[in-house]
T-cell receptor, first 114, second 111 residues
């Protein structure tokens, strides 16, 4: 079974802090994604990566950056956390070579910025 | 505007009922359609994926269908159980990296 692991389930940070959210997948997937999920707004794509060191902006990249130094790991970085970044963050991965593009998600990271 | 709509937004049924969740999409050039389950405070769990060349997929008590011409997918849950209570989301894959998610149907199955 595919496993996508998000390192932190719950985080509480202060405004202005730098925040790292880590995601690791164990199935050699090329594609990795970061979404945020908010009530009434659904899932919105922040960034995705289709290969090591490659990244593309999603729909709401402002205030975020990402890093993919190894194929299995995709990190989301909040350079200076703000209260409007309080949200559920979801990491996902997919294997395009399989032909289906099936998405697999981690358990989510609930971030609260005070 | 690219949209994926799920109706109803919420549903409450007694245990044992068969039920249908609906997902409508606007782009007939769909690559695949994936159904997920999400429990409160958790991530999304993949239930079924239907590729554009397929009409339906089945897993246990779940059956998902895809009708590209009408822009609809349905998730059929047979003999519902309280453990089926969750939010169900559909997602349309429109390109290599583009997934459009519906806003979900919150299902409550009453014992």
């Amino acid at each position: 079974d595919v496993k996508v692991t998000q390192s932190s389930r719950y985080l509480v940070k202060r405004t202005g802090e730098k925040v790292f959210l880590e995601c690791v997948q164990d199935m050699d997937h090329e594609n990795m994604f970061w979404y945020r999920q908010d009530p009434g707004l659904g899932l919105r794509l922040i960034y995705f990566s289709y290969d090591v060191k490659m990244k593309e902006k999603g729909d709401i990249p402002e205030g975020y950056s990402v890093s993919r130094e190894k194929k299995e790991r995709f990190s989301l970085i909040l350079e200076s956390a703000s209260t409007n970044q309080t949200s559920m963050y979801l990491c996902a991965s997919s294997l395009l070579a399989s032909g289906t593009g099936e998405l697999f998600f981690g358990e989510g990271s609930r971030l609260t910025v005070l | 505007k690219q949209e994926v709509t799920q109706i109803p937004a919420a549903l409450s049924v007694p245990e044992g009922e068969n039920l249908v969740l609906n997902c409508s999409f606007t782009d007939s050039a769909i690559y695949n359609l994936q159904w997920f389950r999400q429990d409160p405070g958790k991530g999304l769990t993949s239930l079924l994926l239907i590729q554009s060349s397929q009409r339906e997929q089945t897993s246990g008590r779940l059956n998902a269908s895809l009708d590209k011409s009408s822009g609809r997918s349905t998730l059929y849950i047979a003999a519902s159980q309280p453990g089926d209570s969750a939010t169900y989301l559909c997602a349309e894959m429109r390109g290599t990296y583009k997934y459009i998610f519906g806003t979900g149907t919150r299902l409550k199955v009453l014992a």
